[in-house]
């Protein structure tokens, strides 16, 4: 099932059969954004190389003017000293054309070199701003946007066009130069012999469309092995990395994950393979014919001169000419084509700008209630996640008042999880409505919802900072007001962990960095449940959060949770029914519907699935 901003991503990305030409569309997009990044770099860049542009053509002229003025001078300076010859009047336009060669040449040099600093700068600028939109996007969209894999080829893709295409813009420009250099070629040659550039661009053409069509084809082939390569990056972060080296180890999974590798980048290698073979023998058979061309026109230009009907000066400037057309042209042949797979790479990260969240502020927002005096109140509620057919919750009624604690419990699969989601407007039902204080979730902006939520999910983050830094990001905003840190750190128990640490709450925690200060399961755990308590919430929800406490940590966590919950809405998950069973309320679920609730001892005296699942854990502890 697909929902309305994925159907749009789908409909955008490359079409079957786009020729490479239709990829340029993003080109002129491209120049819009670099120039957004800095007009000023983006202006100097292009004016810069316009002049550039100018300048080969200008020097050929130049030497076929120092040819033809030398060609009268020849023999007459003989018995002339260089002093002398230097102020003689015959030597003056000579001289005078010289240094206008000098000029151009110590030109070409500082503008290549300037346009190669501002390329650095511009590209470096475009990268960043890039990544900052693409972070700024990705934080719009919905969940569903990153939960699925198809989701995640489409993010992966897009994020590797934000940092790697860079050069592009290099491209773009240094594309656009040539085809003015080319022009002014074009445009002396074409003076003297109009059918010289024709025939050199006719011996062109066919390797033109050569090149764009494979690279159309290495494109597309890039595009289709997408969930290849993200597995062959995952397999090589499962065998090279510091998460997994233990279990790598101890199970000896090492060489297992080295032959999927390899065979993996064997099957890619492969594909790779036969396009660059196919694409070399078409370009090679191409090439021949332009050399071929190339040279009948140089010794066309040859006799025209033997003939006498062109100088040795013209003869210069036009197998110069030639020369540089044909190296230029096929520079540019070659150019325009990775120019157009470039450019088709542009459309992932352009595509994945495209998409639109569906959980959007509406409207007239109606503002969160403060305090919540109802709850929320489930009806009907039904929900699949996005591509998939299982109803995972349905037909589910449940009300959840204001302040009171209620636990959810249930096999693993039963859908606690997901409820939690719904609960934070993480994803919306497919059926049934959700009603906070009586009005629909979909009613509320969906920031100022989340605020009033306290949330810690069993795979909550591990952020490799500092202790302080970890808990400030339940409120960001207060990162730096250290009594609140201190205190959110109390209530959850983080407080004795951080004490113990050697830069206490400046201490940066995990491994990924080298004065990280590694932290255990259960200490990690309390920490994660202090960026909750950051929030000052109206609502906590706690998803398995004593899965790694200890039995003392838990009970204590628990203890004070009950105290601090005081007056907030609490919705806990936990597999550990000494945890459980201090909710005011526990509900049943089993195949995303209820099937029991009550208080626990009205649970177990009933004697159904909870009382038995009860009894199960507890004989384990007798
Ligand atoms: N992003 C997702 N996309 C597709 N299916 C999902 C997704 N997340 C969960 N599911 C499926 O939804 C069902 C319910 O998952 P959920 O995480 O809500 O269960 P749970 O009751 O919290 O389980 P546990 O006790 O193991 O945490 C599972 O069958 C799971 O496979």
């Known amino acids: 099932m697909l929902r309305k901003g994925q159907e749009e991503f789908i409909t955008i990305t490359i079409a079957p059969g786009q020729i490479a030409l239709g990829a340029m569309r993003h080109v002129p997009r491209f120049i ?32 076929k003017q120092i040819i033809d003025t030398i060609l009268p001078l020849i023999g007459q300076g003989a018995a002339v000293d260089l002093t002398d010859w230097i102020f003689s009047p015959a030597a003056q336009p000579l001289l005078l054309w010289i240094a206008a060669e000098f000029a151009l040449a110590l030109a070409a040099d500082l503008i290549g070199r300037v346009t190669g600093m501002v390329d650095v700068l511009l590209t470096e600028r475009y990268v960043n701003a890039m990544s900052v939109r693409l972070m700024e996007h990705a934080a719009s969209l919905d969940l569903a946007h990153f939960e699925s894999a198809d ?24 594309f656009a130069q040539s085809i003015i250099t080319i022009l002014t070629f074009a445009v002396g040659l074409a003076l003297y012999t109009p059918w010289l550039v024709l025939l050199v661009a006719l011996a062109l053409i066919p390797g033109f469309v050569s090149e764009a069509h494979f690279n159309t084809l290495a494109y597309r ?42 065979k993996l980048a064997a099957d890619l290698y492969r594909a790779s393979r036969l396009l660059a073979q196919r694409r070399a023998a078409w370009g090679g058979f191409f090439a021949i014919i332009a050399t071929s061309a190339y040279y009948s ?15 040795l000066g013209d003869l210069t400037f036009l197998g110069g000419s030639l020369l540089r057309l044909r190296t230029l042209l096929e520079t540019l042949l070659l150019g325009l084509s990775e120019l157009a797979a470039q450019s088709l790479y542009l459309d992932d990260l352009f595509s994945f700008f495209a998409i639109r969240p ?49 636990a959810l419990v249930g096999e693993n699969g ?26 629909d979730l979909r009613c509320y902006d969906p920031v100022a919802l989340q605020q009033h939520i306290g949330v810690i999910f069993q795979d909550f983050v591990r952020y490799d900072v500092s202790a302080r830094d970890n808990i400030a990001m339940g409120r960001i905003d207060d990162r730096e007001r250290l009594d609140l840190i201190q205190s959110a750190a109390q209530r959850s128990l983080a407080d004795t962990i951080i004490a113990k640490l050697p830069r206490g709450y400046d201490q940066p925690v995990g491994k ?14 309390r920490i994660a449940i202090a960026r909750a308590y950051m929030r000052d919430a109206q609502i906590l929800v706690l998803d398995e959060p004593s899965a790694a406490l200890d039995a003392r940590a838990e009970h204590e966590v628990f203890q004070r949770f009950k105290e601090l919950a005081e007056g907030r809405m609490v919705v806990l998950i936990s597999h550990r029914f000494s945890t459980v069973r201090m909710a005011d309320r526990i509900v049943v679920l089993e195949h995303g519907r209820i099937l029991e609730m009550g208080t626990h001892a009205a649970l177990l005296a009933k004697g159904g699935r909870y009382a038995d699942l009860f009894e199960l854990q507890a004989n384990g502890y007798r």
Request: proline share 4%; charged share 25%; with cysteine.
């Open 512 to 525: 990924r960095f080298t004065d990280g200060y590694d932290l255990s399961g259960g200490e990690w755990q």
């Open 297 to 311: 026109a140089y010794l066309l230009v040859i006799w025209h001169t033997v003939t006498g009907t062109l100088t």
């Open 358 to 406: 569906d959980i959007v502020r509406p409207v007239n927002a109606v503002p969160v209630p403060e305090p919540i005096r109802q709850g929320f109140s489930l009806r009907n509620v039904g929900f699949r996640y996005p591509g998939t057919n299982d109803w995972v919750i349905r037909g589910l009624d449940l009300d959840i008042g204001a302040g009171e604690v209620i």
């Open 32 to 63: 819009a954004e670099v120039w957004r990044t800095s007009p000023k770099l983006t202006a100097l860049g292009i004016f810069l190389r316009l002049i550039r542009a100018l300048i080969p053509a200008a020097m050929l002229f130049v030497g």
């Open 151 to 174: 989701q995640q080829d489409r993010l992966d893709r897009a994020r590797r066009q934000a940092s790697g295409r860079g050069n592009l813009l290099g491209q773009v420009l240094g």
């Open 221 to 262: 082939l890039n595009f289709r092995k997408t969930p290849e390569r993200r597995t062959l990056d995952y397999l090589r972060y499962l065998g090279a990395s510091v998460e997994t080296a233990k279990e790598v180890k101890l199970y000896g999974l090492g060489g297992y994950f080295i032959t999927r590798f390899s």
């Open 414 to 439: 039963a859908g606690k999880s997901t409820l939690v989601k719904l609960l934070c407007r993480l994803y919306d039902p497919d059926e049934g409505e959700i009603l906070l204080d009586g009005v």
